[in-house]
């Protein structure tokens, strides 16, 4: 009865909150940092076997200024992490940060004074894949978690009540004299 109506009459009810949510998660453009050994499993992800355009986010640009989600896939150095965070600023809202491999999430094997021991000292992270190197499939498990994400986020009820999109979630900075 109710698809009878819907061919008849041609329309479809939805929240908008739902439908600006489905377009978003459905065409995540990645910002590939591939800096070291985990940036060859990432590429793998883009190949016919794996296909991530499946999910929609097969046009990875190399420029921050089109990308709503960045992948950082390898060690990141103290020196490194100046660039990642610059490149995560010049990034548009609403963005998304998934950090991929053992040596982006926690340092890896590197316990040394030059390796960060973990992406998220720097930037909020939304996702973390797991191994040294993850495989492709982990990347894409990565993608429907984080569109899975995206999904239950409120956009328009927040600007209704006036309240801020996206908070920022750099922590404050202190001033004065730590006791």
């Known amino acids: 009865m109710a698809l009878e109506a819907l061919q008849r009459d041609g329309f479809l ?13 459905n065409s995540l453009w990645p910002m590939p940092m591939g800096i070291s050994c985990c940036a060859i499993e990432m590429m793998a992800t883009a190949s016919p076997r794996f296909d991530i355009s499946r999910f929609g986010s097969e046009v990875m640009r190399f420029t921050p200024r089109q990308c709503d989600v960045i992948i950082v896939a390898g060690t990141v150095t103290y020196k490194m992490a100046k660039v990642v965070r610059k490149i995560y600023d010049q990034m548009p809202d609403p963005k998304w940060v998934i950090s991929m491999g053992a040596c982006a999430s926690s340092g890896g094997m590197f316990r040394s004074y030059s390796v960060v021991q973990g992406i998220d000292q720097f930037l909020p992270v ?14 894409l498990h990565a993608l429907i978690e984080l569109q899975n994400k995206i999904a239950k986020e409120r956009t328009l009820g927040n600007l209704m009540r006036r309240e801020p ?12 004299a730590t006791p």
């Open 126 to 139: 939304d996702v973390f894949v797991a191994g040294c190197p993850p495989r492709p499939e982990n990347l």
């Open 13 to 25: 009810t939805a929240r908008l909150d739902d439908v600006i949510n489905w377009a978003r998660k």
């Open 165 to 176: 999109l996206y908070i920022s979630e750099r922590p404050p900075e202190k001033t004065g």
